[in-house]
Protein backbone atom coordinates (compact mmCIF):
# COMPACT_ATOMS: atom_id res chain seq x y z
CA UNK A 1 0.00 0.00 0.00
CA UNK A 2 2.82 2.31 -1.33
CA UNK A 3 0.11 5.22 -1.33
CA UNK A 4 -1.77 4.79 1.59
CA UNK A 5 -0.47 8.01 3.21
CA UNK A 6 -1.41 10.17 0.11
CA UNK A 7 -4.69 8.66 -0.43
CA UNK A 8 -6.54 7.72 2.87
CA UNK A 9 -6.99 11.07 4.48
CA UNK A 10 -9.10 11.67 0.88
CA UNK A 11 -11.25 8.45 1.19
CA UNK A 12 -13.88 7.04 4.12
CA UNK A 13 -12.13 3.82 3.72
CA UNK A 14 -9.31 2.66 1.87
CA UNK A 15 -8.68 -1.20 2.33
CA UNK A 16 -5.80 -2.83 0.68
CA UNK A 17 -6.24 -6.72 -0.75
CA UNK A 18 -2.91 -8.74 -1.28
CA UNK A 19 -2.18 -12.48 -2.18
CA UNK A 20 1.29 -11.60 0.30
CA UNK A 21 0.86 -8.74 2.49
CA UNK A 22 3.57 -6.76 2.73
CA UNK A 23 1.59 -4.44 5.04
CA UNK A 24 -0.05 -4.86 8.45
CA UNK A 25 -2.51 -2.52 7.02
CA UNK A 26 -3.97 -4.86 4.01
CA UNK A 27 -7.16 -5.88 5.08
CA UNK A 28 -8.07 -8.82 2.76
CA UNK A 29 -5.28 -11.39 2.31
CA UNK A 30 -6.44 -13.18 -1.16
CA UNK A 31 -6.41 -13.81 -4.42
CA UNK A 32 -7.29 -10.84 -6.76
CA UNK A 33 -8.92 -13.97 -8.99
CA UNK A 34 -11.31 -14.77 -5.74
CA UNK A 35 -12.82 -11.82 -3.60
CA UNK A 36 -15.28 -14.24 -2.07
CA UNK A 37 -14.93 -12.50 1.30
CA UNK A 38 -15.82 -9.01 -0.28
CA UNK A 39 -19.68 -8.20 -1.14
CA UNK A 40 -21.19 -7.05 -4.11
CA UNK A 41 -20.58 -3.54 -4.86
CA UNK A 42 -19.00 -3.00 -1.68
CA UNK A 43 -16.34 -0.46 -3.02
CA UNK A 44 -16.48 2.70 -4.89
CA UNK A 45 -13.24 2.72 -6.36
CA UNK A 46 -10.11 0.35 -6.81
CA UNK A 47 -6.82 1.05 -7.12
CA UNK A 48 -5.07 -1.62 -8.74
CA UNK A 49 -1.31 -0.57 -9.71
CA UNK A 50 1.33 -3.41 -11.75
CA UNK A 51 -0.89 -6.15 -10.26
CA UNK A 52 -2.66 -8.50 -13.28
CA UNK A 53 0.54 -9.06 -14.77
CA UNK A 54 1.22 -11.25 -11.38
CA UNK A 55 -2.27 -13.17 -12.16
CA UNK A 56 -2.08 -15.92 -13.73
CA UNK A 57 -6.43 -15.84 -15.19
CA UNK A 58 -6.41 -11.99 -15.34
CA UNK A 59 -10.36 -12.10 -16.89
CA UNK A 60 -11.50 -13.75 -13.76
CA UNK A 61 -9.14 -11.08 -11.72
CA UNK A 62 -11.35 -8.00 -13.72
CA UNK A 63 -14.74 -9.95 -13.18
CA UNK A 64 -14.07 -9.72 -9.38
CA UNK A 65 -13.12 -6.10 -9.42
CA UNK A 66 -16.12 -5.34 -11.48
CA UNK A 67 -18.56 -7.65 -8.95
CA UNK A 68 -16.99 -6.25 -6.07
CA UNK A 69 -17.43 -2.06 -7.47
CA UNK A 70 -20.56 -0.21 -7.29
CA UNK A 71 -22.19 0.28 -10.76
CA UNK A 72 -20.84 3.78 -11.98
CA UNK A 73 -17.47 2.84 -9.66
CA UNK A 74 -13.86 4.40 -10.72
CA UNK A 75 -11.23 1.91 -11.56
CA UNK A 76 -7.65 3.07 -11.51
CA UNK A 77 -5.36 0.39 -13.45
CA UNK A 78 -2.11 0.60 -14.49
CA UNK A 79 -0.61 -2.75 -16.04
CA UNK A 80 3.00 -3.05 -17.84
CA UNK A 81 4.26 -3.51 -21.70
CA UNK A 82 7.85 -3.19 -21.50
CA UNK A 83 8.81 -4.31 -18.19
CA UNK A 84 11.94 -6.66 -17.10
CA UNK A 85 10.82 -10.32 -15.54
CA UNK A 86 10.28 -9.70 -11.82
CA UNK A 87 8.23 -11.71 -9.00
CA UNK A 88 9.21 -14.71 -10.33
CA UNK A 89 7.55 -16.99 -10.55
CA UNK A 90 4.60 -15.42 -10.92
CA UNK A 91 5.01 -12.83 -13.45
CA UNK A 92 2.80 -14.07 -16.30
CA UNK A 93 1.77 -11.21 -19.24
CA UNK A 94 2.72 -8.01 -20.86
CA UNK A 95 -0.59 -5.76 -21.98
CA UNK A 96 -1.03 -3.97 -24.98
CA UNK A 97 -3.51 -0.95 -25.15
CA UNK A 98 -5.68 -2.97 -26.70
CA UNK A 99 -5.09 -5.91 -24.27
CA UNK A 100 -6.31 -3.79 -21.67
CA UNK A 101 -9.36 -2.78 -23.04
CA UNK A 102 -11.19 -6.29 -23.90
CA UNK A 103 -10.03 -7.05 -20.47
CA UNK A 104 -12.24 -3.99 -19.09
CA UNK A 105 -14.77 -4.89 -21.15
CA UNK A 106 -15.16 -8.34 -19.98
CA UNK A 107 -15.35 -6.71 -16.58
CA UNK A 108 -18.15 -4.96 -17.08
CA UNK A 109 -16.14 -1.25 -17.49
CA UNK A 110 -16.27 1.65 -20.09
CA UNK A 111 -12.83 3.00 -20.70
CA UNK A 112 -12.80 6.69 -19.98
CA UNK A 113 -8.84 7.46 -20.08
CA UNK A 114 -6.03 5.55 -21.29
CA UNK A 115 -2.58 6.77 -20.94
CA UNK A 116 0.53 5.69 -22.30
CA UNK A 117 3.74 5.38 -19.89
CA UNK A 118 7.22 5.88 -20.38
CA UNK A 119 8.52 4.64 -23.64
CA UNK A 120 12.19 2.50 -25.02
CA UNK A 121 14.33 4.73 -23.52
CA UNK A 122 12.32 4.99 -20.11
CA UNK A 123 12.73 0.98 -20.44
CA UNK A 124 16.13 1.05 -21.09
CA UNK A 125 17.33 3.99 -18.48
CA UNK A 126 15.56 2.24 -15.55
CA UNK A 127 17.19 -1.31 -16.44
CA UNK A 128 20.29 0.78 -15.67
CA UNK A 129 18.76 2.62 -12.77
CA UNK A 130 18.34 -0.75 -11.25
CA UNK A 131 21.53 -2.03 -11.18
CA UNK A 132 23.26 1.32 -10.43
CA UNK A 133 20.67 1.77 -7.57
CA UNK A 134 20.46 -1.74 -6.39
CA UNK A 135 24.63 -1.35 -5.91
CA UNK A 136 24.44 1.58 -3.73
CA UNK A 137 20.75 0.98 -1.70
CA UNK A 138 22.51 -0.78 1.63
CA UNK A 139 24.46 3.08 2.09
CA UNK A 140 21.74 5.77 3.19
CA UNK A 141 24.13 9.11 2.10
CA UNK A 142 25.30 7.73 -1.47
CA UNK A 143 21.86 5.83 -2.33
CA UNK A 144 20.90 9.68 -1.93
CA UNK A 145 23.59 11.20 -4.17
CA UNK A 146 22.59 8.37 -6.86
CA UNK A 147 19.05 9.13 -6.39
CA UNK A 148 19.14 12.64 -7.56
CA UNK A 149 21.50 11.98 -10.11
CA UNK A 150 19.58 8.60 -11.71
CA UNK A 151 16.66 11.43 -12.05
CA UNK A 152 18.79 14.20 -13.70
CA UNK A 153 20.99 12.42 -15.47
CA UNK A 154 18.83 8.93 -16.41
CA UNK A 155 15.11 9.49 -16.13
CA UNK A 156 14.58 13.16 -17.04
CA UNK A 157 16.64 13.15 -20.45
CA UNK A 158 14.64 8.86 -21.22
CA UNK A 159 11.18 10.41 -21.00
CA UNK A 160 12.18 13.63 -22.94
CA UNK A 161 13.43 11.44 -25.83
CA UNK A 162 10.51 8.90 -25.59
CA UNK A 163 8.10 12.14 -26.24
CA UNK A 164 10.09 13.16 -29.13
CA UNK A 165 10.97 10.03 -30.43
CA UNK A 166 7.67 7.53 -30.13
CA UNK A 167 4.72 10.29 -30.43
CA UNK A 168 2.36 7.39 -31.00
CA UNK A 169 3.47 5.24 -27.95
CA UNK A 170 4.09 2.39 -29.78
CA UNK A 171 7.16 1.34 -27.09
CA UNK A 172 4.86 2.22 -24.29
CA UNK A 173 6.59 0.57 -20.94
CA UNK A 174 2.75 0.51 -19.83
CA UNK A 175 -0.56 2.09 -19.33
CA UNK A 176 -2.27 3.41 -16.34
CA UNK A 177 -5.75 3.81 -17.03
CA UNK A 178 -9.38 5.34 -15.67
CA UNK A 179 -12.65 3.00 -16.43
CA UNK A 180 -15.90 3.06 -15.20
CA UNK A 181 -17.87 0.08 -14.13
CA UNK A 182 -21.16 0.21 -15.93
CA UNK A 183 -24.28 1.46 -14.32
CA UNK A 184 -24.61 4.97 -12.98
CA UNK A 185 -22.53 8.32 -14.28
CA UNK A 186 -19.79 9.73 -11.79
CA UNK A 187 -19.64 12.76 -14.19
CA UNK A 188 -15.80 12.05 -14.39
CA UNK A 189 -14.21 14.96 -16.45
CA UNK A 190 -11.31 14.14 -19.05
CA UNK A 191 -8.25 15.85 -19.01
Known amino acids: MPFHAELAPLVDVYDGLDAFPRSERVRYV ?15 SILCLEVLEHVPDPFKAMREMGRVLRPGGLLVLSVPHLSRLHDLPHDYYRYTRHGVERLLAHGGFELIQCRVRGGLFSFLSHQISTILLGMVWGMPIVRTVFWHLNRWLLVYP ?10 QGLFAMG ?4 AQKGGASVGVTES
Open 30 to 44: ADAQSMTMIADGAYD
Open 175 to 178: YTVL
Open 158 to 167: ASTLDRLVDR
